[in-house]
């Protein structure tokens, strides 16, 4: 009885007065809404301890792309090299990426590539470490608080639909570790910083450097804000005596869920079958052919490697965007006459990198090849050069039918040990059979218009090495049946769109890895500075939050081969 007491009162002082650590423990909707700026600011101090330590138990991907600038008389700056990192991050133990690249080098290749980056550094005089660029995910790693940063309100302002409150952030010293100068933007239900703009200062200690940033959250459920970009650039830092840096770049995050694919939402979907009557096998019943049985080992070959690269974030879940791919696809191949069994697919590759590969009867397409293809007939030229492949008789490896085969491969490193690469001789075939099914499409007359994208690819291939080499499958070639009929590539000229800049087409939901595409209006061009093709630009998303998510997930039956479509587009 004195122990049952005791709790009771215990339980009373709880309930009459509660403690801050009660407090700090409460949900966020459920703490006191704050009445003046001094308490917003103590609870933004507090939702950033927060944030910090829900981005600390995920692992990510990350893809970071840089592009060096160079003075140009008509572009102002133009891309002269490009420098590409693929990895997860492990963010649990500070800021460590782990590259999905292997790199074995032989012992006299290993010393080559360190003598080529004191090259580098010598005659450019920056060398660019990927997890400079992941640490801009956090504010400040050691966390914010009154003795070592000023807040200053500044205004409430809209980031898309999330309404904001805008503070300026300044360290009150520089002594001791960098510490974030610039603006933070605040969402005002649970007071999550969901975008902060600046740099780490001071910004210069001995050689290595801090570059200005804007680094942007995005909304991945309740009480979830999850770093998805960071763009980052300089235009004239001082770098050793002699040189300047000069460069833009992207960070892209993804695969916050991959442990919790989508398929786990099908298993929710329960579907009561009739009992159907006995009756005698038909003959579309019976037991496959040789023929049909080769080729049903060959689709389970194809869906084993595609699911593995969708568990390990580097393809997106089929959606919206596939549905565009294979409308493109169909218009091909109803107007060539072509009947493939099984019907060919078409999937998304979640990387920037310019790619496109066949999977068996799988087109596989990167989204940054997607994101620069300037309209459906470049688009289209893309996907028959892949459907050439699959018509010259392309297939997978059989051996990828064993689904441990798969399983084991992609545990060491998937970029190398799935790759799709074609040799000289089959690459060129499918060229000179792809520009014969688009000769026969509805994409005929439009043939100038997809050389000049070709024209515009050969000019920026030298510039951007590391954005047209390939991760799974072959780079992309220019033939001169390519360029045959296309017009003259003129940078200065307004009106010819070449190419586009990264980003323009897909949006990517760092949560689930699904793809959409964006709405965009069109804009007149002021200058050829804004045509920007082929290159980095900053990051502007439209903020809003999650909408509970409906408890069944509708599967669609494939649609047999229609006549050729407008692109939803």
């Known amino acids: 009885m004195r122990v049952r007491g005791i709790l009771v009162l215990v339980a009373a002082l709880v309930v009459g007065a509660p403690s801050a650590w009660a407090q700090e423990q409460a949900p966020a909707q459920l703490r006191p809404e704050p009445a003046t700026i001094e308490q917003v600011i103590d609870r933004v ?179 979830q804000w999850l770093p998805a970009y960071v763009y980052s650039a300089e235009s004239d830092m001082k770098d050793l005596l002699w040189k300047r840096i000069r460069f833009k770049s992207q960070v892209r995050l993804w695969g916050y869920n991959l442990q919790n694919s989508a398929r786990q939402d099908e298993f929710s979907t329960i579907k009561v079958e009739t009992a159907a009557p006995l009756r005698d096998r038909s003959e579309a019943e019976s037991d496959p052919s040789p023929l049909e049985a080769t080729r049903l080992w060959e689709r389970q070959a194809e869906d084993n490697v595609l699911e593995r690269l969708e568990l390990g974030g580097l393809l997106a879940p089929a959606g919206e965007v596939e549905k565009v791919l294979r409308t493109v696809v169909n218009n091909l191949e109803v107007t060539n006459n072509l009947t493939i069994e099984p019907e060919v697919r078409c999937r998304v590759l979640l990387t920037s990198r310019l790619e496109s590969l066949t999977v068996g009867r799988t087109i596989v397409i990167s989204r940054g090849l997607l994101d620069v293809l300037p309209d459906e007939a470049s688009l289209a030229a893309i996907l028959a050069h892949e459907l050439a492949h699959i018509t010259l008789g392309s297939s997978v490896d059989p051996n990828w039918g064993f689904y441990d085969r798969v399983a084991s491969a992609v545990q060491g490193d ?47 291939a030298k510039q951007l090495p590391s954005l047209m080499r390939a991760n799974l499958g072959a780079p992309l070639t220019v033939t001169p049946e390519m360029l045959a009929g296309s017009p003259e590539y003129q940078v200065t000229k307004l009106d010819q769109i070449a190419a586009l800049p990264l980003g323009t087409r897909i949006r990517l939901d760092p949560w689930s890895s699904r793809l959409e595409l964006t709405k965009q209006r069109p804009l007149s061009l002021v200058s050829a500075r804004e045509k920007q093709e082929f290159e980095v630009t900053p990051f502007m998303p439209y903020l809003s939050r999650q909408k509970p998510a409906d408890a069944t997930l509708a599967v669609s039956s494939p649609e047999p081969p229609r006549p050729p479509q407008k692109d939803p587009q």
């Open 45 to 223: 101090i507090q939702r950033e301890a927060e944030v910090a330590k829900i981005i600390r138990q995920y692992s990510p991907l990350v893809e970071i792309y840089i592009q060096d600038l160079r003075p140009d008389k008509d572009l102002v700056l133009a891309p002269q090299r490009d420098h590409y990192f693929l990895g997860k991050a492990d963010l649990d133990s500070g800021v460590v990426f782990r590259s999905l690249v292997a790199n074995k080098r032989s012992k006299a290749r290993s010393i080559l590539s360190v003598l080529t980056s004191w090259t580098k550094m010598f005659s450019w005089g920056s060398e660019y470490y990927p997890e400079g660029f992941l640490s801009k995910v956090f504010v400040d790693r050691g966390g914010l608080d009154r003795q070592n940063y000023e807040f200053r309100y500044v205004r409430r302002e809209f980031l898309g639909e999330v309404r904001c409150l805008v503070f300026d952030l300044a360290p009150k010293t520089l002594e001791g570790r960098r510490r974030f100068k610039g603006r933070i933007w605040v969402e005002d239900h649970e007071y999550t910083i969901v975008r902060f703009s600046g740099a780490r200062v001071p910004q210069k200690k001995g050689m290595s450097y801090s570059f200005h940033f804007d680094s942007w959250r995005l909304h991945a459920g309740p009480g």
């Open 414 to 460: 998937p970029l190398r040990d799935l790759s799709f690469h074609s040799d000289e001789h089959k690459e060129l075939a499918a060229n000179h059979k792809a520009l014969e099914l688009m000769k026969n499409s509805p994409y005929k007359d439009k043939l100038g218009s997809v050389g000049l994208f070709f024209r515009a690819l050969d000019n920026r």
